[in-house]
């Protein structure tokens, strides 16, 4: 690719156990309460970190917890304000306190016949409530009348509203905006039958849910202003959505080698005016070459230079600086 190259400077590392498992799980890296959180599971128990916001650390503060889906099974975790966890299976949703102890459960119906489908939970921007999507009740005639989301006090655990979401037996994730706004990113994937991107909001009258522009993939980036960087399941192109402005898209083939796409599942932005996105010859490919777009055109930049050829893993932090893995070993860098 003929594109000027900027050297990578490594800032920090750290070792994380379990951080390569965990970037193939939905909840593995989350924006909660305007930080970036990085979720790990290693030896029957949940590890949540919480990236520094001092640049010459990985993490600022970690705290474990027994994993209650030890045995295989899929749940979703979500840092909770108050040092507490939010944690979803597939047939109920729990907050343990940080000690440990269980300050509530909400149970719900499973989904009996969906063995892909997984729910998701997160606080409210507020903090006031926790949003969670499980499967909906079955109607008269024994199917399901869609996958809902409710609000449950995060005291209490009240449901205090609910939504049918558009979306059935889906695999769910949640992301929060970086600058606060009042809605989260809903992300429902059905396979082969698509995607919804959804802004869900707590109202005064229940919840507001509807759909996030155009967007359409389960793998989003969010920037401040309500920007949406999804990326194509299949790597064939970028999408830039948000709110009174066009989409802007750019396919792989007008900026990458023929035949190559982009990899990694975790398009982001550097800052306000640099997106970081991993390419490679395949989807699956163990090496990629990091780039970084435009934000608001999506076009080439620059091509990052490393000491070593780097994998297809890049978070980027938003605050100038992004992670990579090393194994088990968490990187952080930034542009020399």
């Given at each position: 690719?003929?594109h000027?190259?900027?050297?990578?400077?490594?800032?920090?590392r750290?070792?994380?156990?379990?951080?390569?498992?965990?970037?193939?799980?939905?909840?593995?890296?989350?924006?909660?309460?305007?930080?970036?959180?990085?979720?790990?599971?290693?030896?029957?128990?949940?590890?949540?970190?919480?990236?520094?916001?001092?640049?010459?650390?990985?993490?600022?503060?970690?705290?474990?917890?027994?994993?209650?889906?030890?045995?295989?099974?899929?749940?979703?975790?979500?840092?909770?304000?108050?040092?507490?966890?939010?944690?979803?299976?597939?047939?109920?949703?729990?907050?343990?306190?940080?000690?440990?102890?269980?300050?509530?459960?909400?149970?719900?119906?499973?989904?009996?016949?969906?063995?892909?489908?997984?729910?998701?939970?997160?606080?409210?921007?507020?903090?006031?409530?926790?949003?969670?999507?499980?499967?909906?009740?079955?109607?008269?005639?024994?199917?399901?009348?869609?996958?809902?989301?409710?609000?449950?006090?995060?005291?209490t655990?009240?449901?205090?509203?609910?939504?049918?979401?558009?979306?059935?037996?889906?695999?769910?994730?949640?992301?929060?905006?970086?600058?606060?706004?009042?809605?989260?990113?809903?992300?429902?994937?059905?396979?082969?039958?698509g995607?919804?991107?959804?802004?869900?909001?707590?109202?005064?009258?229940?919840?507001?849910?509807?759909?996030?522009?155009?967007?359409?993939?389960?793998?989003?980036?969010?920037?401040?202003?309500?920007?949406?960087?999804?990326?194509?399941?299949?790597?064939?192109?970028?999408?830039?959505?948000?709110?009174g402005?066009?989409?802007?898209?750019?396919?792989?083939?007008?900026?990458?080698?023929?035949?190559?796409?982009?990899?990694?599942?975790?398009?982001?932005?550097?800052?306000?005016?640099?997106?970081?996105?991993?390419?490679?010859?395949?989807?699956?490919?163990?090496?990629?070459?990091?780039?970084?777009l435009?934000?608001?055109?999506?076009?080439?930049?620059?091509?990052?230079?490393?000491?070593q050829?780097?994998?297809?893993?890049?978070?980027?932090?938003?605050?100038?600086?992004?992670?990579t893995?090393?194994?088990?070993?968490?990187?952080?860098?930034?542009?020399?």
């Amino acid at each position: 690719m003929n594109h000027p190259r900027v050297p990578a400077r490594l800032l920090a590392r750290e070792a994380l156990p379990g951080i390569t498992e965990a970037l193939g799980n939905m909840d593995g890296w989350l924006l909660r309460d305007g930080a970036h959180w990085l979720v790990t599971r290693h030896e029957g128990t949940i590890t949540i970190s919480r990236v520094s916001t001092d640049r010459s650390q990985v993490v600022a503060a970690r705290a474990t917890w027994a994993d209650p889906a030890a045995d295989g099974a899929d749940s979703y975790c979500s840092p909770l304000p108050d040092g507490a966890v939010a944690i979803s299976t597939r047939g109920a949703v729990t907050v343990h306190e940080a000690d440990g102890t269980v300050r509530w459960e909400h149970r719900h119906r499973d989904w009996q016949h969906s063995p892909e489908a997984s729910g998701a939970c997160t606080p409210d921007p507020a903090g006031r409530v926790l949003l969670a999507t499980m499967a909906g009740p079955l109607g008269a005639d024994g199917l399901s009348q869609g996958d809902i989301c409710r609000a449950l006090d995060l005291a209490t655990g009240e449901v205090l509203a609910e939504h049918v979401l558009p979306s059935f037996s889906a695999t769910y994730a949640f992301q929060q905006f970086p600058d606060a706004r009042p809605e989260v990113l809903l992300t429902a994937s059905m396979g082969q039958d698509g995607t919804h991107c959804l802004l869900v909001t707590r109202a005064a009258a229940g919840l507001d849910v509807r759909a996030a522009g155009t967007a359409e993939e389960p793998y989003v980036g969010l920037g401040r202003g309500g920007v949406v960087i999804s990326q194509d399941v299949g790597g064939g192109y970028l999408c830039r959505t948000q709110d009174g402005a066009d989409d802007v898209i750019v396919e792989a083939g007008e900026i990458l080698p023929e035949e190559w796409v982009f990899a990694g599942y975790t398009p982001g932005l550097v800052d306000d005016e640099r997106i970081l996105v991993v390419t490679a010859e395949e989807q699956w490919a163990e090496e990629g070459t990091h780039l970084l777009l435009d934000a608001h055109t999506l076009r080439p930049l620059a091509e990052l230079d490393y000491a070593q050829t780097p994998g297809v893993s890049a978070l980027p932090l938003d605050d100038g600086t992004w992670l990579t893995l090393d194994k088990e070993t968490v990187q952080r860098w930034t542009t020399a």
